[in-house]
């Protein structure tokens, strides 16, 4: 019996990997992978220079902001883009006309910075020249930039001390208190962990289900539809083929999710040869502000059941899934018939999915907890609500005792479905059938 189980699911997985659109497929999914990372190093490779400084022609009617402004904006522009230098900075003599004809003509991404007096009293104004529009990064560090060389120009000319200057425009410190004793600050992270992290998972995961449930019932229905199904079902039982499909398509799609997390890794490798790392700019700080965020306080605390419990559920759910694929497409006649038996599956998915991701808006509601207890969905919902404090250890082990049970019925259940439906290839009093099937013990 283990031997032939060894066998089916050995000849479902060289049926899938071993074949030239699987090849094809990683080979172009990998280039794809390893393109967008080094995306920069390509642009550059047909003409693009990521490394170029953008000029910035400042005009400086004053005689006396350049050089505040272009330390200014050495500062800021090391903070965002973590030392390298991202502009040059001119002090011009010419004209704006003479600038804007410069930048319209040849140095199309050139940027002019004009800083005059707007009145007798030595008020100061300024304005922002480009060709096109800015990127919203690089508009924020200029502006700033031009907001603290002037606001020092003006400081000096009304004679302030740079102390008394540095009082009138340091932040003041703003302390956070929430009232509800239940609630800490360290709460007011989850809303970043569920925009970021989350998705980052769940997203996948959703893929991941579509896929399982394409595989295992394209792969019956095209044994059923070729009249091999009748071969295989004479040389073992369907409890055995029947386990041979949900282990052969999981390993499946382990192995794609492997290769997947090799592609990336490769990518960064050749970024790291080629010495890129201009894409990366900035990520870092987000990245650590996450991490930071899930390490620490209350969260951190969660982290390991996080995982633990969602990893448990995320297991039983895909073989729950692969177990009803099988079921429905035991079903059919053909595999067009399956297609629409699917359809109730990524209704399902999709309900999980958006309720997962909107979990926040229903904080406190007793409709998304009993919802969270549902198979399927709960794999998506019990863990973005542990997450978010609405529920805690038990609630998240009883999800997953119900999956267990949910597993039970469908093992029970399903398979003598299964052993009837696998060899029918008639649709009429299909449904009748099935029905009989269940409550047939034998």
Do not use: C
Not at 60 to 72: A, C, H, P, Q, V
Not at 89 to 94: G, R, V
Not at 142 to 149: K, N, Y
Not at 203 to 230: A, C, H, N, Y
């Amino acid at each position: 019996m283990k031997n032939k189980l060894k066998f089916l699911i050995s000849s479902s997985l060289k049926k899938k990997t071993k074949t030239k659109w699987f090849m094809i497929a990683n080979v172009i999914i990998a280039l794809v992978i390893i393109g967008i990372i080094n995306i920069d190093s390509i642009i550059t490779f047909f003409g693009g220079d990521f490394d170029e400084k953008s000029k910035i022609y400042l005009i400086d009617e004053t005689g006396e902001i350049f050089d505040t402004f272009n330390e200014s904006m050495k500062v800021l522009e090391g903070s965002i883009y973590e030392g390298d230098e991202h502009f040059e900075i001119i002090n011009s003599d010419k004209s704006i006309d003479e600038l804007k004809q410069l930048v319209t003509d040849e140095e199309k991404s050139s940027i002019i910075v004009d800083i005059y007096n707007k009145n007798e009293s030595n008020e100061i104004g300024s304005k922002l020249i480009s060709l096109s529009t800015m990127d919203t990064v690089d508009y924020q560090i200029i502006s700033s930039a031009i907001t603290q060389s002037t606001s020092f120009y003006t400081m000096e000319s009304i004679g302030l001390t740079e102390e008394q200057f540095n009082k009138l425009t340091t932040p003041i410190e703003i302390e956070r208190e929430i009232i509800d004793e239940n609630i800490t600050s360290e709460d007011e992270d989850v809303s970043m962990i569920m925009t970021t992290v989350f998705p980052a998972i769940i997203l996948p995961f959703f893929m991941l289900t579509l896929l399982l449930v394409q595989f295992i019932g394209s792969e019956i229905t095209d044994e059923k539809s070729t009249r091999s199904m009748e071969i295989i079902i004479s040389n073992v039982s369907p409890k055995v083929h029947l386990a041979s499909k949900i282990i052969a398509n999981n390993l499946f799609l382990l192995i794609q999710g492997i290769l997947l997390v090799i592609y990336v890794v490769i990518g960064f490798i050749v970024r790291k040869a080629l010495g890129g790392d201009s894409i990366l700019n900035g990520v870092g700080s987000e990245v650590g502000k996450t991490l930071n965020a899930l390490t620490t306080g209350s969260m951190g605390d969660k982290l390991a059941l996080i995982i633990i419990f969602t990893l448990i559920l995320m297991i039983l759910t895909f073989i729950a899934y692969s177990l009803i694929a099988a079921i429905l497409a035991s079903m059919t006649t053909n595999p067009e018939d399956f297609q629409q038996l699917q359809t109730p599956i990524m209704v399902i998915l999709l309900l999980g999915y958006y309720l997962a991701m909107m979990a926040g808006m229903f904080k406190g509601s007793l409709f998304i907890k009993i919802l969270s207890f549902i198979p399927l969905i709960s794999a998506l919902l019990s863990p973005s609500l542990f997450v978010l404090g609405q529920i805690g250890i038990m609630e998240i082990i009883i999800s997953i005792l119900i999956m267990i049970g949910t597993l039970y019925l469908l093992i029970k259940y399903g398979l003598r479905i299964y052993k009837v439906g696998i060899l029918n290839y008639s649709s009429s009093k299909l449904w009748k059938k099935m029905l009989k099937s269940v409550k047939n013990r034998n």
